[in-house]
């Protein structure tokens, strides 16, 4: 509970902030220009973060990790509010403080649910927690909306560090504390003869690379799940409010489409935390195949209704990827190794959204909305059903044998 309590924090300050800086640009305090720096230079911190927490975590205790990431961002809030108004570069350096906490946040989050939370039920907690992710997607910018009746925006900026705070001090202290050894280790935690020395930074990079190559399922959905973040979400980002406003003439179908998203993601994490499907790897990139019905959805003139269920669908099928992807990761994953492999995940997800959201407006211009939202629905089905070619991807585990001599070998 306190966990999730944290994480619910974290996500109600990391999307509040986007809109309090919008806000500030309602008022004049702010331009667009300068909130899409900020937004960027967030964009930057995070991830530049996201490797190096990665490592820290699987050196270090993973709850000081997220003590220090979440203090780190509870800082830079507050001086953000400093800077409104008065300087956008004061204001830039804090958005890229903030945006580094909140990258550190993540694999440290992930890799200290699997201490927390017992085997048997992590894929309960995975759920608990992207419900926590979903439901502040909605109650974030609302809840911020109605605040800002009584209190301004320097006010509002406080609030998120508050936020922060809450994140860094209330989750629970996990099984790892102090200084993880600087061995290496096998799947079982045994130690290598090479260990006996501190490795560099670049060194236990380099080795969560090593651990993330021996799973084949992992890195074939993790490139699947990167081809659908840079295709799909970006025609959510940039081409669903152009063909609301040019072929619908109203902002409520970009409205009502992502409402329905979010409505279908929180009715998916519900049911995929009973649901235990036998092959669940494929059953779960079969979930993240069907994102491809959003941009497709759009493809033609049908009614907005349709295009409304196509979200719906889309959000229910990502988090039937989300949560058995993330507990796969925590169950497969030699544990001293798992924080850097998370770190890979976000990095990699997130780290090529931005270059598809800036390549599909220029790409739109040149072929046009249906010939690029037509690729984008192509790539979503294409790339998951690639992904389970891969033999361990049905069950997101490799095969008995496999392992077995993997540990063997070291």
């Known amino acids: 509970m306190r966990l999730w309590s944290g994480a619910t924090a974290s996500g109600l300050a990391t999307w509040a902030l986007p809109f309090v800086l919008?806000?500030?640009?309602?008022?004049?305090?702010?331009?667009?220009?300068?909130?899409?720096?900020?937004?960027?230079?967030?964009?930057?911190?995070?991830?530049?973060?996201?490797?190096?927490?990665?490592?820290?975590?699987?050196?270090?205790?993973r709850r000081g990790v997220v003590l220090w990431a979440g203090l780190v961002s509870g800082a830079a809030a507050p001086l953000m509010a400093v800077g409104l108004g008065r300087?956008?570069?004061?204001?830039?350096?804090?958005?890229?403080?903030?945006?580094?906490?909140?990258?550190?946040?993540?694999?440290?989050?992930?890799?200290?649910?699997?201490?927390?939370?017992?085997?048997?039920?992590?894929?309960?907690?995975?759920?608990?927690m992207t419900l926590a992710v979903r439901v502040t997607t909605l109650v974030g910018p609302s809840s911020a909306a109605l605040l800002a009746l009584f209190l301004d925006t320097w006010a509002l900026l406080v609030?998120?560090?508050?936020?922060?705070?809450?994140?860094?001090?209330?989750?629970?202290?996990?099984?790892?504390?102090?200084?993880?050894p600087t061995t290496a280790t096998d799947h079982e935690g045994a130690s290598s003869p090479e260990s006996a020395r501190r490795t560099s930074f670049l060194e236990d990079f380099a080795e969560?690379?090593?651990?993330?190559?021996?799973?084949?399922?992992?890195?074939?959905?993790?490139?699947?799940?990167?081809?659908?973040?840079a295709t799909g979400y970006s025609a959510t980002g940039v081409a669903l409010p152009l063909v609301s406003r040019d072929e619908y003439g109203t902002e409520v179908v970009l409205a009502g489409a992502m409402t329905a998203y979010t409505a279908g993601a929180l009715a998916g994490a519900l049911l995929v935390?009973?649901?235990?499907?036998?092959?669940?790897?494929?059953?779960?990139?079969?979930?993240?195949?069907?994102?491809?019905?959003?941009?497709?959805?759009?493809?033609?003139?049908?009614?907005?209704?349709?295009?409304?269920?196509?979200?719906?669908?889309?959000g229910i099928g990502i988090e039937l990827f989300n949560?058995?992807?993330?507990?796969?990761?925590?169950?497969?994953?030699?544990?001293?190794?798992?924080?850097?492999?998370?770190?890979?995940d976000f990095l990699l997800s997130y780290g090529l959204a931005p270059l598809g959201l800036a390549f599909i407006a220029p790409a739109i211009d040149t072929f046009g909305a249906r010939t690029v939202l037509a690729v984008c629905a192509v790539t979503c089905f294409v790339a998951p059903a690639v992904a389970a070619l891969v033999p361990s991807a049905r069950h997101f585990s490799r095969p008995a044998k496999t392992f077995s001599r993997a540990v063997r070998e070291g």
């Open 87 to 128: 300087s956008v570069l004061l204001m830039a350096v804090a958005a890229a403080v903030a945006g580094a906490g909140q990258g550190a946040c993540r694999p440290a989050y992930q890799a200290l649910t699997a201490e927390v939370v017992d085997a048997d039920r992590r894929q309960q907690a995975n759920a608990a």
């Open 22 to 61: 919008g806000l500030a640009v309602l008022d004049r305090t702010l331009t667009a220009t300068d909130l899409g720096l900020l937004l960027a230079v967030r964009t930057v911190g995070f991830l530049a973060a996201v490797p190096i927490a990665g490592v820290l975590a699987d050196r270090h205790s």
């Open 159 to 180: 609030g998120i560090g508050l936020l922060w705070l809450v994140a860094a001090l209330v989750p629970g202290r996990g099984t790892r504390s102090g200084t993880a």
């Open 208 to 229: 969560g690379l090593r651990e993330a190559r021996r799973h084949p399922w992992f890195l074939a959905g993790l490139g699947a799940l990167t081809a659908v973040i």
């Open 273 to 314: 935390a009973r649901w235990r499907p036998r092959s669940q790897g494929w059953a779960a990139l079969a979930g993240l195949a069907v994102y491809g019905f959003a941009p497709l959805s759009l493809v033609f003139a049908v009614h907005p209704v349709v295009v409304m269920a196509a979200y719906a669908v889309a």
């Open 323 to 344: 949560v058995p992807w993330f507990t796969a990761t925590q169950r497969e994953v030699s544990p001293d190794k798992l924080a850097r492999v998370s770190s890979l």
